[in-house]
């Protein structure tokens, strides 16, 4: 039986492409010499460093418009709150959108029985199965979601016929 997962990951290869180019950015712009701005990749997410609060938000939007430019979803980066280091240097971390929470996954095949499209969707850990007999109605469920559900990325995987 044809079938796909909807799931909520960035593409994590791209992201480092995306800091790498932020980061050699930043090194070579003017209003950044001499100062400590940067941003690691770590397991937990993204650190940016910066020596103020208008340096921080200039690492901020360039990191955003490098993942824009490398086709990364921006609405997978949730920054948090700015925490002092030393001084005036502070720091912010940046964390990934992973997997789909509970109430995204019910929204989601709640917006899949919503349809009447001839398909089954159900919820399996972090990632949402769907099935059905036809792969026109799989590709319709695609397309319903894509236009219906905006908040979060979603990705399609897995699409067996």
Known sequence: MPSF?????PDLIELRNAVDQANKEIANRFDFKGSDARIEHTEGGLWIYADDDFKLDQVADVLRSKC??????????????KEKISGDK???LVTLKEGLDKDL???IV???KDTKIKVQASIQGDTVRVQGAKRDDLQAAI????KNVDDTPLDFENFRD
């Open 5 to 9: 997962d909807v799931v909520c990951k």
């Open 68 to 81: 824009a430019k490398r086709n990364l979803d921006v609405r997978y980066l949730t920054f948090d709150k």
């Open 90 to 92: 502070l720091k912010q």
């Open 105 to 107: 996954a019910k929204q």
């Open 110 to 112: 709640k917006e899949i």
């Open 143 to 146: 397309a319903h979601l894509k």
